[in-house]
């Protein structure tokens, strides 16, 4: 049996229940609003959130007094947001309306409230449980925000999906454009983290490469393990481009031979959407924070440089003390989010049609125009 992959499709259920469940955050956070406004314990920000100054939060001068008026309303905010991407209108203004209103709430959290503890919380690297047994609970709060975030995007694409033109022209045009958009912000985001990787590699040696010598020399001196720390980092970048060349790559939508029990089976749409997804909103959280650093803002109870490097990291000649970081990751993020949206034009279901499960093969061929047509061959037997 043969079925043609291409855009909407295959199982629908989170197209049902997104809006609704980001509803369902969004009271859960005028809850929590009203609670800290009352003086209720928890509140995650300022003073509260001991760590947060360590990782560029934006809200870490954010007390109670503003803070739980402010959740409140963002909440309600949200609420409202979240009534409007439960409904089905397709008037152009209304639909612009929703679409823009549920990427803008998903966003504000990412960029406001996320900071660089995501980058070990989140998957990948959440995945180990190094992060997890010394979060407090204002880290874990912005585990909870990340999920709000989450659902407010998957709210919005069954939106937006459910109130489209379903002109087949358009659709293809559409498919077409951001399957080209995704194949290019694929390679942008495949060489972004590779600067990093080799600056961290270079201080591991010795070699003042982005940074003088004489801060690379005090790093080795009162870190001797960053000999071995700065190759580690060096491979997680590494790693992360690998992974990314994925997203055009056969093994990244069938599972490669030496991979026991999955061997053959085609990757569920969720797996890359999930671990790619979680990895933008850590990068992006981790390189702001190295941007604004790079820039010289203090945020308040920050380490300032000397305290964070052991030398008064203080102008451009430090350009490299975050491994180029401080540019490269937060354009990562980004190409890295429109890569996975042209993955996912690229390869999901339409409906109606047949969608791959994980005893099907794959196999794809460029079809010079739309992106890569798809074709699934079930098994028999």
Known sequence: MTASVARNGGRRSWRRWAAAAASG????????????????????FGHNDRTGPDYSSLLAGLERAVGGPLITVFGVVALVVAGRLDGRDRRPTRRRA????GVGVAAVIVCVVLDGRMIVMLPPLGVLPIGWLRADWPTLFQVVAAAGAALFVLASVAYADATSDHDPGALRRRRAAWIRAGRIATFVAIACPLPYAVIRVAWSRGWALGAPEPFVRSLLRNQPENVYIEPTLASFATAGAVLTAGLLCRWGRVFPRWIPVLRGRVVPMWFPLLLGGSAVVGIFGFGRGLLLDQLGVDLP????????WGEPVHDWAYWGAGGLGWCLFPLWSISLAVALTG?????????GEVPCSGADSVATSGDGGDGDAVSVRRRRG
């Open 25 to 44: 955050w969004a009271w859960f956070l005028v809850v929590l609003g009203i609670f800290w406004s009352s003086g209720g314990a928890g509140y995650p």
């Open 98 to 101: 929703g679409i823009v209103g």
């Open 301 to 308: 109870g920050q380490l300032d440089t000397f305290q964070a």
């Open 343 to 351: 993955y996912y034009h690229r390869y999901a279901p339409s409906a």
